[in-house]
């Protein structure tokens, strides 16, 4: 009797505490997600072999443009290139290389140690979406992304437990002058949340800016010695390097910061229509990117890209979540391996206009794709809308909570003794059930992936609490998150001091707007 | 000037040729799909070889039981299993040795022979949902299912193009009395559509009249020497076979007819809470099974069914569509092809009550699983919604569009000089565009998967035709299809016969609702 009492007292003031501990907000971040499972191979030896071959001779007869940039131009002369105006034919072997010197893999550093991820090998770090102008909400519908918005998109990066990273440009702030809003973005990473974010690329002097002001929150060795940063260097494909792409580069590089080099190809338009054929000019284009990295600092971190949609060719809309994109990111993560580089790919990628059934297929498509083809750094994991064009709140906490399914994938399958269970089959035997006996009690709170949001009610209990839909569950939860939102804790010195360089950089230059 | 004429005629009659093929209804069904991408294979030969050890251990210390099937028992006993009451267990190595009579794949006939499947190998054969109680659609809302509900579902089943079997119960016509309404839904599978079909299993007389009426339709020389129907045996896990699944399976196997041979896991309920538990016991049960299968008759195609599901650990309500759910199914294709059975799953799989975000995300979770997971006959493979409970006409032709996404996946990469395109870069070089080149204008029609349903159409455009969501796209193409169905043509004598055994049946018995 007693020891029952006391297991139902113990069980029991579990009810209340079962209640708190549904209802308390976490602010728990998941530490990064490292694999204990296969990448998915799609392609053979004899495959990646034709297609290195292949871009080997398009570095070497085609060749590719550094433009307006002649200290590119210079490295890739001295290093034994062909330059020919502002072509550059690269001698085979060399890019691979040049390559051989970036690590495979490295740490960036958050201001919360606890917070830093590790960038490569068998881990996946999760970062959410970037760059869309517009933003979406239920309340306020489609309209330009302000500086408001996108503090609202770092609290709710902050508060999404499987989000390991803050970003970048969460969204465009329209409401900050171009020239000036990566400061406020900046700043917004740094105070508003601890996870580690990304640096502007959009000018050289904004890629300096970021580097200093990192200088402030760090410690201007620290950042020296140490990655504190990531950073999206596009590359205007086919085969194209732009000067202010490549001026950011620099920066980031000659400060030992990481640079994503990213092909952006939309299938059939920016690269050839055929899977083969994209991946050799990916392939192409981002050994020459991180050559030309090494160049600038051998060892500098540097992570092999690929942005990868599909034409809808009756209407020439890209299209996102399609197979052909899936196809060419589990050869490119292949092919990533095999220069010893971290790899990054895209999440939540979809072309609906709405947070809907068509935007939950092509995100779950591309998400699932992102973890079996051994991504180790995923943009736009969470948010993404409209072809890129909208970061959608609804969607952000959506695609954030489907990012647990990643985690518990990737965890693989336990096979020791407790994962065998060979004493719960015994004990329940033919005709029994599970839920009671001892292993289901032992292991049930972490035997399953959890939902914070999705509906498992049943029927009735659903109908009751008034047919709610996923779009108006996750209504419910970006208001619950920014509701509950704590600032995390920041020396004043510091946060007065990034304040102070913000506004003398404000106050250095006028407005612009394009 | 002639010459371009010319070509301008050539492509500009296909001006109105492309919009007609557009509108135009297509009827074509996709062959199944034959991989040409490998399986993702979760477990390593240390964890296979313990799984299967520990399945070899609980069959001969555990056992299964049959109940209620004195000649079950008795074919076990001569066998050499070990009865105690309606307890069976079986020898180490017995269950594997009688499995293996089974073949590794066989054709399921179908009354137009270019619609025929062959289950097993690299194949990949979509069935839809099988099973619901209740339909769903935007007009009638949430509803007992009817005949004529069967029916519609039947005639989509026909009209998808990446449906290559029109499945069993596609939904419960509650409207005919139990002990009939199998009748009826024959009729309704072999007269509205020529894809092949699933018989009876409800009773051992319904499965006798499945065979029968197949008689009727091949003729019964023609049904004894081939395979014509699949029917699905679940196993009352854990480790339960009971008489009436165990009377159909019989029937089938007496006929040479195939049976899939299905565990129905609620994880944490049926089985143990862990992956490599429930594994263990899968193995155990499907070994068990297929091995009674060859008893009854040695060669009898027979497949190795996994339904999995997980279990809310606060509601107990079963979840879809998640992370474990997908391990275990991925561990169970490996056991599979290591017993060279034909492996099943389920598809669409969810448990949210509308289709909406959330049936979406589980679903396209289920559905790349399952292609991975080198699946063979994929069951519920679209319009399953709620747990099962309910078939949903909308998201029946939802998941069958995006089962094109799997058709286009499994190609995997064509590496041929066509798909290699080098001419295409060398063509288009660092800058250009590749619309116009003619590696694209020679590949684009192929090259990319398209959707009959989602919207890829700019912001302005959409909200133009009325912000339409996939949800309101698959109302118009739900009634699209049903408006421009055409009956396939069957000889009338056989339509005559058909209709006159199920007449004669339901006259030689009284209705029963339960």
Not at 130 to 159: E, I
Not at 369 to 375: D, H, K, Q, S, W
Request: proline residues 5%.
């Amino acid at each position: 009797m007693a020891e029952a009492s006391a297991r139902k007292r113990g069980r029991g003031g579990g009810g209340a505490a079962r209640r708190a501990e549904r209802t308390a907000v976490s602010i728990e971040t998941a530490k990064y997600i490292e694999r204990n499972i296969p990448n998915f191979e799609i392609l053979n030896d004899e495959a990646l072999e034709i297609i290195e071959t292949n871009a080997e001779t398009i570095l070497e007869e085609v060749g590719v443009n550094f433009v307006d940039n002649p200290a590119a131009l210079k490295r890739w002369r001295d290093a034994g290139a062909d330059i020919d105006g502002e072509r550059v034919r690269i001698p085979r072997g060399l890019a691979r290389k040049l390559c051989s010197t970036a690590p495979s893999e490295f740490t960036q550093h958050a201001r919360n140690p606890e917070r830093s991820v590790v960038i490569g090998g068998k881990n996946l770090v999760l970062a959410p979406v970037y760059g869309p102008p517009f933003v979406r909400d239920a309340a306020g519908g489609r309209r330009y992304a302000t500086m408001d918005d996108f503090n609202k998109f770092v609290k709710l990066a902050y508060m999404s437990k499987w989000l390991h990273h803050s970003g970048g440009t969460v969204c465009e702030p329209t409401d900050i002058p171009v020239n000036k809003r990566h400061l406020d973005m900046l700043l917004s990473h740094m105070t508003l949340s601890d996870k580690p974010f990304m640096g502007s690329v959009t000018d050289p002097s904004r890629a300096q800016d970021s580097v200093d002001m990192c200088g402030i929150l760090f410690g201007e060795e620290f950042v020296q010695q140490n990655t504190v940063m990531t950073s999206l260097t596009n590359i205007n494909s086919p085969l194209t390097f732009d000067d202010v792409m490549m001026g950011s580069l620099e920066v980031y590089a000659e400060n030992n910061q990481a640079c994503i080099i990213s092909p952006f190809i939309v299938g059939g338009a920016m690269a050839p229509v055929s899977v083969a054929g994209t991946l050799t000019q990916v392939l192409a284009e981002v050994m020459a990117g991180v050559a030309y990295n090494q160049l600038v600092r051998p060892g500098a971190p540097a992570i092999f890209g690929a942005f990868v949609s599909s034409i809808d060719m009756g209407s020439g809309a890209p299209t996102f979540g399609t197979p052909e994109a899936s196809l060419v990111t589990y050869g490119a993560g292949q092919l990533a391996r095999r220069l010893n580089l971290p790899f990054r790919s895209s999440g939540s990628f979809c072309g609906s206009k709405l947070p809907d059934a068509q935007a939950a297929y092509e995100t779950a498509n591309s998400l699932n794709m992102g973890l079996m083809a051994g991504v180790n750094f995923m943009l736009h994991s969470c948010g993404w809308l409209e072809g890129g064009l909208v970061a959608d709140f609804e969607k952000f906490v959506m695609d954030a909570d489907q990012l647990g399914v990643l985690h518990h994938l990737a965890k693989g399958v336990q096979i020791d003794e407790n994962g065998q269970a060979m004493d719960a089959i015994r004990e329940v035997g033919p005709g029994g059930h599970y839920l009671g006996c001892a292993h289901t009690q032992a292991n049930f709170k972490s035997a399953f992936w959890k939902s914070n949001l999705l509906d498992y009610k049943p029927f009735e209990t659903w109908a009751d609490e008034g047919e709610r839909d996923t779009y108006k569950l996750a209504t419910n939860r970006v208001e619950f998150l920014l509701n509950n939102y704590q600032q995390p804790a920041l020396d004043p010195a510091v946060a007065e001091a990034l304040s102070a360089y913000v506004a003398e950089k404000k106050a250095s230059m006028p407005d612009a707007f394009t």
